[in-house]
C-alpha cells in the first residue's frame, strides 16, 4: 500500500507535519515529525505505530474538505464513530514550540470491520493548507450488496437439485419410447392411438409450463417445485396400476404436467443465485439434465421392458422423483428476488442448519407491496408478449428448428441402425451414448465460451460490470455451435446414405450433438439475461416452441426418407438450420435496440419486466 501513497509537506510554526494522501488525492493520515527525544514519549512511540500500521490498514475514503475552523475547533468536539480530535492544551517540552499528539481510536462499525485510528497535531499556523476530514458513515458510499449471499457450494448444491429436477420430464418422455409395443399389445390398441399417447406427452409438456413460469415469476420459485414433483409421483404410480387405454393417455397428461414445470423454473432459479458473468457456465451444466433425457430413456427402457416389464418403468420414474422432491424440500430455500433479495437472511439460516422447509418465503427485507397497488393477476399465457420483441422471436424460432432437426435424428437411430447394421434393442441404446458425450461435450464447452467471451468484451470495455455489455454477446457465443451443428447433420445423413461404419455414424452423432448444446448454453442465456425477471416465463416461451418442432420433425423424417433418401433428407433439415443462424445475425446488430424500444412501450406495465441491459 505504500508504494501507492503521495506525501505533501507543508510548515506549521517551526515543525514539519505531512497530510499523506493517495494519488488521486483523497487523504490517508496526518504524520507530524518530531525531535528525537519527544519520540521517546509513548504517545510518539505510539503515534509511530500507528502511522507504521496505515501503510496497511489505510483509512476510509474521504468526501469532504472542510475548512480550518471545523477542523480545530476551540474546544473539543464530541466524539464520533471515527473517534475524536483533541486540541485541548497539554503540557509541552523545555523549548516550548514542540508539538503535541493526540491519538484517538473508534470503535468497529458493521461498515469498515475494523479500528480506525486517527492522529492529529495542533498550532497549525493560520493559512496552512487545512487537514482534510474522514467522512461519517453517512458521506461515505456503501460497498454494493453481493448478487448472491449464498456460498459457491450452496449455489452448485441448488443448481445440482434443479437439473435433476429437469432430468426428470425428458427422461419420462424418452424411457416411454422403448416399450411402446409392449405397452400396445397389453392395452390392445393400433399403432395411431399408442403413438397418439407420445404426442399428447409432448404437446402438454410443451403447454405447461407457461403455466407453471407464471406463477413462479409472480409467486415464488419453491412453491412450484414443491407443488408440480407430487403431481408427477403421483401420476406415475397411477400409470404402473392402469390397465385401460383412456386411463393410460389421462395419466400420460398429467405426468406431462407435472414434469414440465422445472424445465422453465430452474432457469429462473439460476437467474436468481448466479450473476450474469457466472451465468453461463451454470446454464450449461443446468441443460445437461434435460439434454441427458433423450439418451438416457431409451436405454433404460428398453432393460426394464426387457427384464421387468413396461409397468417397472414408471416405478423408477416415481422412485427418483420421490428423491428429488424430498431434497429440494429440505435443501432449496425460495429464491425469487422480488420475495427475498439476494438471500442473505435464508442464507445464514441455512448455514446454521435450518431446513429450507422452516424458512420464509418472503423476508423482511423485500419490497412491500406500494398501498392500494393490484396483486399480481395469474395470466398464463403473459410469457407470449416476449413475442413482440423481435431479437426474442427470432431466437426462440432458431432454437425450435435445431431441436426439431435433432428430434428427426434421434427418431431415425433406432431405425438406421436396426435396418444396416443389424443391432439389438440393447446396441441401438448403446449407440445413443455418442450423443450423450456429444452433449457433455457441448454444453460444458459453450458455456465457458460464453462467460469468458463476456469477460473478453469486460475487459476490453474497461468494466467489471457486466451489466455494461450488451447482452447479444451470448448469441454471438452460440457461433461455434450453429455452424458445427448443421455439418454434423449433413455428415449423419450422408453416412446413413453410404452405409459407414458404425462407429462413423455414431461420431457424426457426436458432433451434431455437441453443435447443439453448444448452442442452447448460449441462446438460454441470452434469453434469462434479456429479462432475468421472467426468466422462467421466456424459458417457458422457448418450451412452447421447440417441443411442437421436435414432433414435426419426428413425424417429417420418415416419410421423406422414402421419398428422396437420407443423404437429400437430412440436407433439407441443415438448411433450414442454416437459415436459422443467418437470421440470428440481426438480434446481434439490433437486439439491444429492440429491447430497449418494447421496453420503452410497456414502461408502465407491471406485468412485463424491463430488459437487464
Known sequence: MHRNIVETA???????????????????????????????????????????????????????????????????????????????????????????????????????????????????????????????????????????????????????????????????????????????????????????????????????????????????????????LPVYIAANIGLFFTHSYPMLMALRIVQAIGAAAVQSVGAGTLADIFQPKERGSAMSLFLLGPQLGPVVGPVAGGLIAQYLGWRWMFVLLAAVGTVVWLAIFCCLPETLRSRTRNGTTLAQALADSTPAFRLPTRTADAPKPQPGAKKPSYNPFAPLAFLAVPAIAICVAAVAAIFGTFYAVTVEVPAAFSSLYGFSSLAVGLAYLGLGVGFVAGSLAGGRAADRLLAAEMKRLGTTNAKDVPTEIRVRSAAVGIVVFPVGVLLFGISLEFAWHPAAVIACMFVLAFGMTWTFSCTTTYLVDSYPGSAAGIVALNSLFRNPAAAAGSAIIAPLITAVRPAASFAVFASTVVIAAVALVPVVVYGQRWREEYRKKNDKSKTTPAPAH
Open 10 to 228: 507543508a510548515k506549521a510554526k517551526n515543525r514539519q507535519y505531512r497530510i499523506v494522501q493517495y494519488p488521486d488525492g483523497r487523504p490517508s493520515h496526518i504524520q507530524i515529525e518530531c525531535p528525537f527525544v519527544e519520540v521517546l514519549n509513548w504517545r510518539r512511540v505510539a503515534g509511530v505505530v500507528v502511522f507504521f500500521f496505515s501503510f496497511f490498514f489505510p483509512l476510509p475514503k474521504a468526501t469532504s474538505f472542510p475548512n480550518n475552523a471545523q477542523l480545530f475547533p476551540e474546544s473539543a468536539p464530541e466524539p464520533s464513530e471515527y473517534g475524536s480530535i483533541d486540541t485541548r492544551k497539554q503540557s509541552q517540552s523545555s523549548d516550548g514550540n514542540a508539538p503535541l499528539l493526540s491519538i484517538s481510536r473508534a470503535p468497529s462499525t458493521t461498515e469498515y470491520n475494523s479500528e480506525v485510528v486517527t492522529v492529529v497535531g495542533r498550532d497549525i499556523e493560520a493559512g496552512a493548507t487545512p487537514v482534510p476530514k474522514l467522512p461519517s458513515p453517512s458521506q461515505t458510499p456503501k460497498a454494493a450488496p453481493e448478487y448472491s449471499a449464498y456460498s459457491a457450494g450452496r449455489r452448485r448444491l441448488f443448481l445440482l437439485l434443479v437439473a435433476s429436477a429437469g432430468f426428470l420430464g425428458p427422461l419420462s418422455g424418452n424411457i416411454y419410447l422403448s416399450a411402446l409395443e409392449a405397452v400396445r399389445k397389453d392395452m390392445d390398441v393400433s399403432v395411431s392411438m399408442i403413438n397418439l399417447t407420445v404426442t399428447m406427452f409432448m404437446l402438454m409438456f410443451a403447454l405447461a409450463p407457461l403455466g407453471w413460469a407464471t406463477l413462479a415469476d409472480s409467486y415464488g420459485r419453491r412453491i412450484v417445485y414443491i407443488t408440480s
